[in-house]
């Protein structure tokens, strides 16, 4: 069996992202949770500094963590899964914009932080993460058209879905307004059954932060 570190199901995009890619390489893994009361998984929901602790997998004697760097695991003992494109092509443009979700749209995640309990109708978002949301619209959008959908890079979910599928979270939450097809990607990723599972997961989760769920 593996083992797979994470916190809040209901706060953490990151624990969701690692989580994901297990589920879709078809890892049997165990779930260990990381409380919220750690200094360390405080600051990383609250954006103050980011986490080496999760998400973390163990698997027999090999223990990694950070997102690409558990793909890149993942794909390489179960390469049959696709979490990664065969054409090398299509698979730079999904390294490319899964390091992009990885490394940017700090607006974004600032104003929209995650939080599955929650729902805003008609939420109001400021300029800056309006343009986080325009470009992720865009690499969606673009996506789709190259690769012919359903998914980001075609047929089936990768690594791409599983590191925008947070911001489906997000998007949902906050009732951020989308384009008919970028809509129906974001109602095809919350449908999926792992998703699923997560979301019940975290509507189940007892632990509240409180600086996370003030009204806006």
């Not at 599972?197 to 509240?208: C, F, N, R, S, Y």
Request: glycine content about 6%; charged content about 20%; overall charge negative.
């Amino acid at each position: 069996m593996a083992t797979l570190t994470i916190s809040s199901k209901n706060y953490s995009s990151w624990s969701l992202r690692g989580w994901l890619l297990c589920k879709m390489a078809g890892l049997s893994f165990e779930e260990e949770r990381v409380p919220l009361d750690d200094p360390d998984i405080k600051a990383e929901l609250l954006l103050l500094s980011p986490s080496f602790l999760v998400p973390r997998l163990v698997h027999e004697d090999v223990t990694v963590w950070d997102t690409l760097a558990i793909a890149s695991f993942l794909h390489e003992v179960f390469p049959q899964a696709g979490l990664l494109p065969a054409d090398r092509a299509v698979r730079a443009h999904c390294l490319s914009i899964s390091g992009e979700m990885h490394s940017g749209f700090a607006n974004m995640r600032s104003a929209l932080p995650m939080n599955i309990k929650a729902h805003y109708p008609g939420f109001k978002v400021w300029a800056g993460a309006q343009a986080d949301i325009e470009r992720i619209a865009a690499i969606w959008r673009g996506c789709l058209t190259a690769h012919g959908g359903p998914y980001l890079m075609g047929a089936a979910p990768t690594l791409a879905d599983a590191m925008y599928a947070p911001v489906c979270s997000r998007f949902t939450t906050y009732d951020v307004k989308l384009g008919s097809e970028c809509e129906a990607y974001r109602a095809r990723i919350m449908s999926l059954p792992a998703m699923q599972e997560w979301i019940a997961g975290a509507l189940a989760e007892p632990e509240e932060l409180e600086e996370l769920d003030a009204e806006f």
